[in-house]
């Protein structure tokens, strides 16, 4: 297939790209490699790529751009340039925290922007988009496991809103030119090259400086961590897996549309999370025990029977071989 991937500079999407690389497919990536976080992470994945690619002699299946999605006219060049068979819209501004502080950011890149990728889907004939969401649309949603048929009317984040934004904005065109869909509700995803601003990567950096690190809600949140091989793996399922058009419950519409959750099915405490740090860094972390932070939510857990039921999505990897996977990654990286 051709494969448009959004954000191919991003953690998802370097992911992404290199393992569809691998199945042989052809992949354009976009990025508009902004620096809500260090940029050279995201130069050194490009790096790590253009490195793969030059091993396997496939220089000619991959094509990098330097685009943002919130450029209209960029965008709808690069749509009349190449016909895709699939988009993967990876590319957003992402942080619930910093949503509170730069909520523009968030409407230019997640609203703006995902409405260019649409329109570029449904006037090419682009055969399925596959997009991201988040597990934060679920908001302080009290029902465990978070189900897609659970209501997600009340985000309590910018970031999140956007999301559930992107979800309403996709079923519209499924719904009036059957442009069929799918968006996928990530659950806190993690993994070697992950993004700095996450907490596993926070915790990692200061643990082995031997720096504090902030524990919000005294270690008592769960997160249903998603080890980002199986995340990868379960995009790659669901490209292949097209949606039929199907009436939405209690609805006329009739949409060639689906959502997911993409998560591991198994959370776990804050206070294991960091104690597989601490076992995989060798050294204990120096706590400063915190309350909630705004925006933030005590507990994600992912239903995934659809998931599983529809393409055969297993999440297989545990937070302690995952970590111990990140660290490894991470000493290398920085050198220690």
């Known amino acids: 297939m051709k494969v448009l991937v959004t954000g191919g500079a991003g953690f998802i999407g370097f992911h992404l790209t290199k ?38 002699g496939i220089k000619d299946s991959y094509t990098f751009e330097i685009l943002d999605l919130s450029d209209r006219m960029a965008m709808s060049a690069l749509f009349d340039s190449t016909q895709f068979d699939v988009v993967v819209n990876l590319a957003a501004q992402a942080g619930v925290r910093y949503s509170i502080e730069n909520p523009h950011a968030y409407v230019d890149a997640n609203v703006v922007g995902f409405l260019n990728v649409l329109e570029g889907c449904y ?45 309403l904005m996709a079923h519209t065109y499924s719904h009036l030119f059957g442009l069929p869909t799918t968006g996928l509700r990530f659950f806190t995803v993690y993994g070697p090259f992950g993004r700095p601003d996450m907490a596993y990567y926070k915790f990692t950096k200061a643990i ?13 949140m769960k997160r249903d961590f998603t080890y980002i091989d199986d995340i990868v793996n379960g995009v790659i399922k669901v490209l292949g897996t097209v949606p039929a058009p199907q009436y939405v419950p209690e609805t006329n519409a009739h949409a060639p ?10 959370p776990v405490t804050l206070r294991r999370f960091i104690d597989a740090l601490e076992k995989s860094c060798g050294k204990k972390a120096v706590e400063n025990s915190l309350p909630m932070q705004p925006g933030d939510v005590p507990v994600t857990f992912a239903d995934i029977d659809d998931l599983i039921n529809d393409t055969g999505f297993k999440p297989s990897v545990s937070i302690e071989s995952g970590i111990d996977s990140f660290v490894s990654w991470y000493k290398k990286y920085y050198g220690y």
């Open 19 to 56: 393992a569809l690389l691998k199945n042989g497919h052809a992949v354009t990536a976009i990025d508009n490699l902004n620096d809500y976080y260090d940029p050279a992470l995201k130069e050194a994945r490009l790096q790590e790529l253009a490195h793969f690619i030059a091993l396997r």
């Open 123 to 167: 006037r090419s004939g682009v055969k399925h988009l596959v997009y991201a969401s988040s597990s934060s649309v679920y908001g302080m949603n009290p029902t465990q496991p978070f189900s897609t048929s659970d209501c997600v009317d009340y985000p309590i984040s910018l970031y999140a809103a956007t999301k559930k934004a992107n979800e």
């Open 208 to 220: 082995l400086a031997g720096d504090p690190i902030d524990v919000y809600n005294h270690g008592e």
């Open 257 to 266: 549309y689906k959502v997911y959750n993409i998560g591991n099915n198994n």
